[in-house]
């Protein structure tokens, strides 16, 4: 039986991410980095990558749990179940960046690892990481907290856009697989080491509600260092506190206090036998939640064709680039909800659920 806020928390993530890249595709006119409708942007993108990556470490932690349990489930189950996901993931992540080439106006090169080659990483693991305990791997994700500062500038503190997406050879790809790329492995397996421990504490809200005060404490001690050190609290990549492209240590803490804080408001009562939070009023995103993967695949080809058609084009006007970038975010919801009423059998999960 699914979980309502479960699916309402992936379908924020996966609408969050359309978001961002729909700003990135189609920025508008006059609005720099620095502008405050660039730093709202950034902003969703900067916290939806990781609780959509913690979400499906949540769901990749319950499936290879359940699978452990069962007795009957040996080393050639394990394959069947494991082989088909990072195949698929992995075939995804080809795809999308062939959808978004930088060929045709886009963003990626047709090799560049991403968050789904990082989730691929993440089922290979399973079947280790769930005979740690919860204590062994709290202390392996505050390892990966800590990564970025023992890497320190392997992780390419200055490195533009196009140098992490792209590498030359199989070194430099697995260096960006690993480390030094847009999703590498350390530190974003702490996200998938976060959605575990999100599963087991599902029965205990007060220690989540602990862990989110700490959280957010450490935030307020960043704005402070903003405030005192007189630089930007949180940018993409540069000189800030908080930086995305590589992540950092504070935005590692930051993003995961608000992904422990967004499950806790969203999931309300149901953990416990009652309903997620706002009851019904947000069962409408239930249906994107389910399909995440065919979203995060299907946004990328509209994304590239819209990113082909204005190649050598001015930008948009603020309020035209506002309002497709609102309206292609929004219209996946009601896509959504036609798709598992009629076709819920075509899709990657569906694909995924018969070859598994």
Do not use: K
């Not at 070194?171 to 976060?194: D, F, H, K, M, Q």
């Amino acid at each position: 039986m699914r979980l309502g806020h479960i699916d309402r928390m992936r379908a924020i993530a996966v609408l969050c991410m359309v978001e961002v890249h729909t700003a990135a595709i189609i920025p508008p006119e006059g609005v720099t980095v620095g502008h405050p409708a660039a730093f709202v942007a950034a902003a969703f993108g900067g916290m939806a990558a990781p609780m959509f990556v913690a979400i499906s470490g949540w769901g990749i932690h319950m499936s290879a749990t359940r699978r452990a349990a069962d007795p009957e489930h040996d080393a050639g189950r394990w394959l069947s179940w494991l082989l088909p996901r990072v195949l698929l993931l992995s075939l995804c992540q080809l795809l999308v960046n062939l959808l978004l080439n930088a060929d045709r106006g886009g963003r990626f090169e047709w090799h560049t690892p991403g968050v789904l080659t990082l989730l691929a990483i993440a089922a290979l693991l399973a079947p280790v990481l769930i005979r740690l305990s919860m204590r062994g791997r709290g202390v392996l994700m505050l390892l990966m907290v800590a990564a970025p500062l023992a890497i320190g500038d392997a992780v390419g503190p200055d490195w533009s856009w196009w140098e992490r997406v792209d590498s030359q050879g199989t070194s430099e790809w697995l260096a960006r697989l690993l480390w030094n790329g847009t999703y590498p492995a350390v530190p974003w397996l702490g996200y998938v080491l976060l959605g575990s421990i999100i599963h087991d504490l599902a029965d205990q809200p007060s220690a989540r509600e602990r862990n989110i005060a700490i959280g957010l404490a450490a935030t307020t001690v960043t704005m402070f260092i903003a405030v005192l050190e007189d630089i930007d609290w949180a940018l993409t990549s540069g000189d800030a506190v908080l930086t995305f492209f590589p992540a950092n240590t504070p935005f590692l803490i930051v993003s995961g206090t608000f992904v422990l804080l967004a499950h806790r408001l969203l999931e309300g009562a149901e953990s416990s036998g009652g309903e997620p939070a706002l009851g019904d009023r947000l069962a409408a995103l239930e249906p994107a939640g389910r399909i995440t993967l065919t979203i995060y695949v299907a946004h990328f080809a509209v994304l590239g064709a819209v990113a082909s058609m204005m190649e050598g084009e001015p930008r948009l006007g603020l309020v035209t680039a506002f309002a497709l970038t609102i309206a292609h975010t929004l219209v996946w919801i009601p896509l959504a909800i036609w798709h598992q009423r009629h076709i819920p059998n075509l899709s990657f999960e569906a694909l995924l659920s018969r070859i598994s």
